[in-house]
């Protein structure tokens, strides 16, 4: 069994903070991509950030030089860190992590909701 536990999601004001974890436990081996996708009422999930192994990273155009991604390999843990909170970001936000171990593999994230303030 794989678990994916989101954390940090809130409610917050315009032009604030919030950083986002996601820790990933079981039997999960040789990851490749940590990610957050994001879906707003009434759209479809959108990928916010995904980071490699290796720490190559990509960011949605609507978010970039506002969130960071990072992680750490070593606790299979993602972190999405978000600055300049828009109305626009208020969403419920998932992890995704992706691999391969004998097969391709993906696993979601229960979702953490974030709602910014205007």
């Not at 994001?38 to 970039?64: F, H």
């Not at 391709?104 to 953490?112: I, M, R, S, V």
Request: aromatic residues 12%.
């Amino acid at each position: 069994q794989v678990q994916l536990v989101e954390s940090g999601g809130g409610l917050v004001q315009a032009g604030e903070s919030l950083r986002l974890s996601c820790a990933a436990s079981g039997s999960i081996f040789s990851i490749n991509v940590m990610g957050w996708y994001r879906q707003a009422p009434g759209k479809q999930r959108e990928l916010v950030a995904d980071i490699t192994t290796g720490g190559t990273t990509n960011y949605a155009d609507s978010v970039s030089g506002r969130f960071t991604i990072s992680r750490d390999n070593a606790k299979n843990t993602v972190y999405l860190q978000m600055h300049s909170l828009k109305p626009e970001d208020t969403a419920v936000y998932y992890c995704n992590v992706r691999g391969y171990f004998y097969r391709p593999y993906e696993y979601w994230g229960q979702g953490t909701q974030v709602t910014v303030s205007s």
